[in-house]
């Protein structure tokens, strides 16, 4: 089918940047939406960011919008998140996620929306 495989988190400063990449393999052309979610101890899993493969649009939680972009490289079957000033509160888990919807709500984002999902990184900010 599809996988995902997650790599680049890590422990970073307050105020530092972190760069998560995904790779993409298997019936890739399914997949019209990458995007990436985050799980921190004892929350739910919430929507980050995603970007439409062929567009190039994207969508972001406003927690992150000013911080983070996320980009893709279609040719490589790749998707990265760069993080930038980092905050304690963006420690948790994140994971990489596919979807081969055909159009969007303008809701947020649901888990739901996602058939394929990675297995995550971790990423802690320190304060």
């Known amino acids: 089918q599809v996988q995902l495989v997650e790599s680049g988190g890590g422990l970073v400063q307050a105020g530092g940047s972190l760069r998560l990449s995904c790779a993409l393999s298997?019936?890739?052309?399914?997949?019209?939406?990458m995007g990436w979610f985050r799980q921190a101890p004892g929350k739910e899993r919430e929507f980050v960011a995603h970007?439409?493969?062929?567009?190039?649009?994207?969508s972001y939680v406003d927690s992150v919008k000013g911080r983070f972009i996320i980009s893709r490289e279609n040719a490589k079957n790749m998707v990265y998140l760069q993080m930038n000033n980092l905050r304690p509160e963006d420690t948790a888990v994140y994971y990489c996620?596919?979807?081969?919807?055909?159009?969007?709500?303008?809701?947020?984002?649901?888990?739901?929306?996602?058939?394929?999902w990675g297995q995550g990184t971790q990423v802690t900010v320190s304060s």
């Open positions: 970007i439409f493969r062929q567009s190039g649009f994207t």
């Open positions: 298997g019936r890739t052309l399914r997949i019209s939406t």
């Open positions: 996620a596919a979807s081969n919807r055909a159009s969007w709500p303008k809701s947020t984002p649901l888990m739901s929306d996602y058939g394929y």
